[in-house]
């Protein structure tokens, strides 16, 4: 396993059309995390996947994002009416737990969104 | 809620001196566990150290050490024999478990660089 992919690396879309990004965790973790970041900032919580259920979604998720992780296994993040302010880093970070204990997150290279 | 801050946007260090990054936190909760993530530039976010709270030793993994105050809630990284690989965005991370839901939260980093 070569850890945590996304895809696409790159994406420059016009305002208002739909986008949507792919994370591939490593294939034993159970919980998947999907983050923004922009410029200068760390990463922002979206939303949290414990095997194919959404356990928690940050306000920042607004109507126009949906997370999903059908099979428990990859999961897609879809924007759609993009807006200039969704201009940012987008990563997925995947992590094994059980219950009660921590597990260090690893992260994929990111999906770059760019608005015009 | 919990929040993270890292108060030195920017720090710069001689090869093979040592540098410290502070980290302060503020959390209701009692039990959670604390981490710092190095983001090279244009790469993947990677663990470089976690801390349990309910453990009183500071964590180390080789050159990087951490100071954990979990009373004054600080947790500062030591970088000892910095390297020219080691910068990098470092960036601190907190994650509780409330509500039935892990929460992870992010500093806004310090951007470190090791100067030859």
């Known amino acids: 396993d070569t850890g945590v992919s996304q895809n696409p690396r790159h994406k420059i879309t016009k305002r208002g059309q739909n986008v949507t990004f792919r994370c591939d965790p490593i294939?034993?973790?159970?919980?998947l995390y999907w983050y923004r970041q922009t410029l200068g900032q760390g990463p922002e919580f979206l939303t949290y996947f414990q095997n194919e259920a959404q356990l928690e979604k940050s306000r920042l998720l607004s109507d126009r994002f949906s997370a999903e992780r059908p099979k428990g296994s990859f999961s897609t993040l879809e924007i759609q009416r993009t807006e200039q302010g969704d201009s940012a880093m987008y990563l997925c970070a995947s992590s094994f737990g059980r219950p009660g204990v921590s597990s260090e997150q690893y992260f994929g290279p990111g999906t770059r969104l760019t608005v015009t | 809620a919990q929040t993270v801050t890292q108060s030195q946007p920017e720090m710069s260090v001689q090869e093979a001196e040592t540098v410290t990054l502070s980290c302060t936190y503020d959390?209701?909760?009692?039990?959670?566990?604390l981490f710092w993530y190095k983001q090279p530039p244009s790469r993947q976010m990677i663990l470089v150290i976690r801390q349990e709270a309910y453990k009183q030793q500071n964590a180390t993994e080789n050159r990087f050490s951490v100071n954990f105050q979990k009373a004054a809630k600080s947790f500062s990284l030591k970088i000892s024999d910095s390297q020219l690989g080691d910068t990098a965005m470092y960036f601190c991370a907190f994650m509780g478990f409330t509500s039935g839901t892990y929460k992870y939260i992010f500093g806004t980093g310090t951007r470190l660089k090791v100067l030859a």
């Open positions: 294939s034993e973790h159970n919980r």
């Open positions: 959390t209701s909760e009692n039990n959670y566990y």
